[in-house]
């Protein structure tokens, strides 16, 4: 007994302060996006043909968020002239044209649907359906239930059951061996319903674009309400769109 | 019995020509052989060459054995006289449609058709939906009840199903078939250009990154004959190392959970994401994605960097210690860990257990003493090893791993660490050759081959996870145990779906 208190009092409390007070991440932390216009367009064309994910559109210098996965290659290869990554870890929107940028992205809050805010605002319950990603996605999302970020202190949570959930959570490229599964998981799913696709893969194939084995977007197969760009997206990044999607300012 | 196999290094560059081509019945006695005698089987799997398809086998012993053969059409099957070869030849089979005759257990891995257009060796329809109709294995008998769980689990985790035969609730058996989070990965290395190499083994297994693009790059560095400095060996071999604290203090907490034992469960979550932000103070990303490139790394660890991490590992050290034997003292946990999911030594050596779960089950084998690569040549890795195979050994080892990996980090960050940071380039890998790498990643052995045409070209790319390995263990350690403690198993192995499935 004393040993568990003595562990509790070396803990403290470590739930963090977010969205009341600012979270800075390392330097290194890539977030989102800024292209330079400004660069010459023989940059861009370098950086376009060097990006692993194909993501940089030189002609109209803009980046697509649901492809990057934020690796920083055009970063290096410009030395920041054409695409520098900022610290902003806030990227989630609502259209996926939004996800084609040249750095700014619109207001979450301001896209949100509203009968989601006034349906979910004070409770949401989420299923999450893991549809053949590397487990990154997933395990940022599970961190979200430690007690840094206390996911559950604003009325949402993960549940076990569709039947219980408002909507369900979407991560990986979605496989032909998972797609029947994630379809019904969607349809035992009670309307109205949110779908929420998490990382690059459930954003656009990700890594694994171009593979017969999987689906290029989870838009092709269900209509999705909210984008969440990363690779895998910071469980901050996937907090902020959870928290401004669905709550009331 | 003197056999036909070369010895060859981990990570070494071999020409192909180099590789024993014997006729399928001496391949298949030698293998049997040294398979017999204690050997482990690294890889064995098929590759097309040219018109023709050829099997090859990587065993290892004390050294690391390469031979291989024409494949035949169908062939006595090797598991039929020793089981480490189970899986790999329904592997074998399902790749390329070549069928072991006489496998005790001959069915699908992964749902796939295979890459020759041959009729399906399991009789499925791949243009279906929903390819099986797979009979799963079933008890027989009045007071027996089947669980069917998955794909899609009641938790935030990967797909999988599971089939559990019990008779009240002792499980008399457990069948697991996976393949849902099937994606290609190896055939993507096959079409993909080389600047996608780094991003696809990165997503090979996200919890693994490290390990995976160590694998990858060491290939390539082979074949390539890149130089990486030794700053660079350092700053990877810190990342795996980061990489094993970080997901062994998850899985600690995790299994704390799953015996209602509360304080620890919130601490190792806590601490774990802690040495996650570690990782993502090195290079960005919380996964080490973006670290790890042919030629060294991309970030350096400069004084300062040296020096905030060693803050933070000093400060979490002593928590970490401290929760570690909170846990292993409480009674309530021990009296749930002990005995529980026991999977004896001679199954452990039979199924090919390695990494963690091999050594709960007193098999020390460690890649990093065993076939050292990046920095591990220098370090003094300790032997673990626990006698029990049951979930109470595999916490142990796990807990043990934890302290000895933030020993290691330690002594790394206190000297200065010089490289210099390698951008993404492109390079030619030698023709006509391969290469065999192996990294102890915290599952266990990671191993990829990478094998070249006569031009350069990637003629064939095989990924091995220990969870290929593993995942029958599991299977095992349920056996005769309440099926109320399956969470408690699973967690005390927490393997890759996506690493198997690939």
Known sequence: MLNTLKNRFEQGCRTSAYPKTTIELPARYRGRPQIHAEASSDLAAECAATCPQEAIDAERKIIDLGRCVFCGTCERLSEGRFVSFSQDFELAVAEKDYLLTAGELPSLAEHAKKHFKKLFGRSLQLRQVSAAGCNACEADLNVLATPFFDLARFGINFVASPRHADGIVVTGPVSRNMKTALLQTYEATPAPKVVIAVGSCALSGGPFRGSSEITEGLDRLLPVDLYIPGCPPHPLTNLHALLTYFKSS | MNTDFIQIGNGEAVTRDRIPHLAFDDFRSQALHIVANGGKVVHFFAYPDEDEVNLLAVLRTDHLLLAGCRAPEAYPSLTSECEPF???????????????????????????????????????????????????????????????VGPVHAGVIEPGHFRFNCIGERVLHLEIQLGYQHRGVEKLFLNADIKRMPILAEGI?????????????????????????????????????????????GDLGALSGDVAFLPPANYCGRMR?????????????????????????????????????????????????????????????????????????????????????????????????????????????????????????RAKVRADEVLQSISIIESLLSSPIETRCVEDTSYKLAPSSLAVTLNEAWRGEVSHCLLTDADGKILHYKIKDPSFHNWNGLAMALRDTGISDFPLNNKSYNLSYCGFDL
Not at chain 2, 114 to 137: H, K, M, W
């Open chain 2, 86 to 148: 189970h899986l790999f030849e329904r592997e074998i089979a399902e790749q390329f449609g070549i069928r072991p005759e006489g496998h005790p257990w001959l069915k699908m891995v992964r749902y796939h058709a295979n890459e020759r257009g041959l009729p399906d060796v399991f009789g499925n329809d791949y243009s279906q939906d929903i390819p099986g109709n797979y009979d799963y294995y079933a008890v027989e008998g009045d007071e027996i009840h089947e669980v069917a």
């Open chain 2, 273 to 393: 994401g802690d040495f996650l932000n570690m990782s993502l103070w090195i290079c960005g990303n919380r996964f080490g994605k973006g670290l790890v490139r042919p030629g060294g790394v991309r970030f350096p660890l400069t004084d300062e960097d040296r020096r905030v991490l060693t803050e933070r590992i000093t400060e979490l050290k002593p928590q970490v210690k401290h929760v570690s034997d909170l846990l292993f003292a409480t009674s309530s946990v021990r009296s749930r860990f002990e005995g529980c999911g026991v999977v004896s030594t001679s199954d452990a050596e039979k199924l090919g257990l390695v990494g963690p779960a091999g050594r709960a089950s007193g098999i020390p084998y460690d890649v990093r003493r065993n076939f050292p690569t990046e920095h591990y040549h220098r370090l003094d890795i300790p032997q673990n090893a626990e006698p029990t195979g049951d979930v109470y050994a």
């Open chain 2, 205 to 249: 297994a996200g919890d693994t990154a490290v390990g995976h693009s160590l694998c990858m790059t060491q290939a390539v560095e082979a074949l390539a004959a890149i130089d990486t400095d030794a700053g660079a060996r350092i700053i990877r071999t810190i990342g795996l190392e980061l990489e094993r604290i970080a997901n062994h203090v």
